[in-house]
Each structure stands twice: as structure tokens, then as C-alpha cells.
């Protein structure tokens, strides 16, 4: 629910508070990062836990907008929302830091049950949704397609030819997620939804 302050200020002001609050989570990844240097093997890891941290990041943000919001203004999808950022955002950071304390089968098998999880929570999510956040969604992963089907060709074929170095499956994964959270960015600033 937007009041009319929010729904006046123009699309560069709402894009520009996003690009605010991301820069932020780019800062804090980076601290992040630098905590695990020990266990961080090179920028597939760093761009996965600034991943974690993001999408926590944006789990936070969320469940305090949630808390703070007037009790006759309905919850909506706002709880499952924030799982299902709060369970990538750890399915980002087992691989890396799990392995320290843990058996890396036994990280395997956690990160299997949490995807499980979050698989459950995203079709409650979708089917939870109203119109608005299902075109959202929707809108979302066409953008996040066509980007990375794209991308994926013009990689490919420099790849074939010997012009660049192959990727490693974490790379693209991180690659992906970070694609995926700019698309949605995008689709929610075009629905009004920031």
C-alpha cells in the first residue's frame, strides 16, 4: 500500500534508493569477505557470499519493514518472503564457510533439505500472491532469461574459441543469482513496488 509521498517520487529517486541499499550490501559482502579470506577460493566465492549477504541483507530490511507497518495495513507474502531470501542467502554461504565446521556430505545434505524447503515456500509464495506480485515474479524471470540466455551464447561461442577461460558451475550459480536480483529490482521499480 502506497501512501501518496511514496506514490509521487519519480522512478530515479525509488531506482537510486535501491542502488543505495545494494551498495551497502556490496559493502558489507566485501567485509564479509575479508573475515573469511582464509576459507574464500576466489571470486566464484566472493561473489557468492556477497550473494548471502544481499539477500540477507534483504531479508532484514524486509522483516523490519514488516514490524514496523501500521496493524490495519494487511502482511500480505511479506513472511514468506523472507524465508525464502533468508534460506538462499544461507544456501550461498554453507558451501563456503560450511565446510569448516562440518562434513562437506553433511553440508551437501543440509543445503539439499533447505532447497527443499524453499522450494515449498516459493510455490506457497506463488500461490499466496496477488496479481500484482505474480506479474512481479513473472516479469522478473523472463528479464533474468533473456539476459542470461543471451550472455550464455555470446560466452559460449568465446569460450569455443579459445578467446576465454571455462567457468566453474559456482561462478555461473553466483552469476545467475546476481542477474536474477537485478531483474527484480527492475520489475519491481516498473510496478511500483519499492
Known sequence: ????????????????????????????????????????????????????????????????????????????????????????GVMFALPVFGTRMLDPNLVFAIILGLLAVQTVANLMLWRAADEMLRRVMSETSAMAFWALQTALFVYAAAERLGLIDGLTAWGMTGILMGVYLAASIVASVRRGMT
Do not use: F, K, N
Open 1 to 88: 500500500m502506497h501512501t501518496e509521498t511514496t506514490a509521487r517520487r519519480p522512478v530515479w529517486q525509488r531506482v537510486l534508493g535501491i542502488v543505495a541499499l545494494a551498495g551497502m550490501g556490496a559493502l558489507s559482502g566485501y567485509a564479509l569477505a575479508g573475515l573469511g579470506r582464509d576459507v574464500i577460493g576466489g571470486w566464484e566465492d566472493e561473489v557468492a557470499m556477497l550473494m548471502a549477504v544481499s539477500l540477507t541483507a534483504m531479508a532484514v530490511v524486509s522483516a523490519g519493514v514488516m514490524a514496523t507497518r501500521p496493524r490495519d495495513v494487511p502482511r500480505g507474502c511479506g513472511l514468506l518472503q523472507i524465508v525464502v531470501l533468508l534460506l538462499a
